[in-house]
């Protein structure tokens, strides 16, 4: 993996009129993890879409080095395909080849569902998928929008084992959560307020 760091520097974010949040500085490295908490509407999802380039910041900026993959509560996945052909959609433009593919169906336990079209997938199958995707792309920092929902507790371990892999490589991960999730050392950014 190519070099990967990610600097926020005085992030403020502006939505609907309404300050979010101001001031949010963080500063990590290859092997770096971060996790956004906060009330529900503080602006975790928010601070994601940032990083990603998504949203415009209101204040400071986002500096990073390395791709970015972004893993949103909606699975970008097109429904009527089976899930491995819609993996591969997402692998012709993000960069990779049928081994990711394995390599992220494996990571998430779904290689008996890659024949299976994604509309008939659970809620808890739709995020692995989703997860799946970012593991098989090659993007060196992972946005993670409450990852842990739906998930079982397998799932749950296979997706902070996944993590724990990205992050020895060289990878860097920032995860939006209410739930516990097992990073090493992550830096917490709380997010005040509420809706
Ligand atoms: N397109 C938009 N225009 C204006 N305001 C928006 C828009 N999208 C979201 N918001 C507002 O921004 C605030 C933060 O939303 P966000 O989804 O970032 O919060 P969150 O911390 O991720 O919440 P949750 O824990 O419920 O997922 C909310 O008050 C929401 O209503």
């Known amino acids: ?25 963080l500063s990590l490295d290859a092997g770096d993890a971060a996790v956004a908490t906060g009330p529900n509407g503080a602006g975790k999802t928010s601070l994601l879409r940032l ?52 390599r992220g169906l494996d990571a998430m336990a779904l290689t008996k569902l890659a024949e299976v079209p994604v509309r008939m997938l659970s809620a808890g199958q739709l995020k692995r998928a989703t997860l799946a995707r970012t593991i098989a792309g090659p993007a060196a920092i992972w946005l993670l929008d409450e990852p842990g929902n739906g998930l079982d507790r ?31 050392g992550a830096v917490e950014i709380a997010i005040g307020g509420a809706a």
């Open 1 to 25: 993996m190519t070099a990967s760091s990610l600097i926020l520097d005085g992030l403020g974010c502006i939505r609907g009129g309404r300050v979010l949040f101001k001031g949010v500085d």
């Open 51 to 102: 990083i990603a380039g998504l949203l415009t910041p209101g204040a400071g900026s986002v500096t990073h080095q390395g791709a970015i993959a972004f893993a949103g509560m909606e699975p970008a996945l097109d429904r009527d395909v089976a899930l491995a052909k819609a993996l591969a959609y997402w692998a012709r433009i993000d960069g990779g080849g049928a081994g990711d593919i394995a």
């Open 154 to 184: 397998d799932a749950q371990a296979r997706l902070e084992a996944a993590i724990a892999a990205h992050r020895a490589a060289g990878g860097i991960v920032v995860a939006a959560t209410h739930q516990p999730l097992a990073m090493d």
